[in-house]
């Protein structure tokens, strides 16, 4: 499996992002897209998850991002998209893409490389 991350830069507090990954490889291996991120010192944490197999979409998100943070797929792409409002400056990380089984992406099969979102004024 393989996933490219993309769509990090620069934002101000109060302003929003869409992050993109696109992913290849059988989804027999996997059902699902997790959305991860690291801050420095800090541990990796979830942000969400959605499944790609199951017919809605089913979404689930981190009690940090809930509110703010929505998960999206385009199958015909392969591309999951994760879009992040109202950016505060503890949501600055390298976020991460990663191909999972189940419903809440505990299960990792493949990791992308990250983007570095900064929120900053």
């Known amino acids: 499996v393989q996933l490219q991350a993309s769509g990090g830069g620069l934002v101000q507090p109060g302003g929003s992002l869409t992050l993109s990954c696109v992913h290849s490889?059988?989804?027999?291996?996997?059902?699902?897209i997790g959305w991860f991120r690291q801050a420095p010192g800090k541990e990796r944490e979830r942000v969400g998850c959605i499944s790609i197999s199951s017919s809605d979409g089913r979404t689930n998100y981190a009690d940090s991002v809930k509110g703010r943070a929505t998960i999206s797929r385009d199958n015909a792409k392969n591309t999951v998209y994760l879009r992040m409002n109202n950016l505060k400056p503890e949501d600055m990380a390298v976020y991460y893409c990663a191909a999972s089984i189940g419903s809440q992406c505990r299960v990792i099969k493949g990791w992308g490389q990250g983007t570095q979102v900064t929120v900053s004024s």
């Open positions: 490889g059988s989804t027999y291996d996997f059902n699902a």
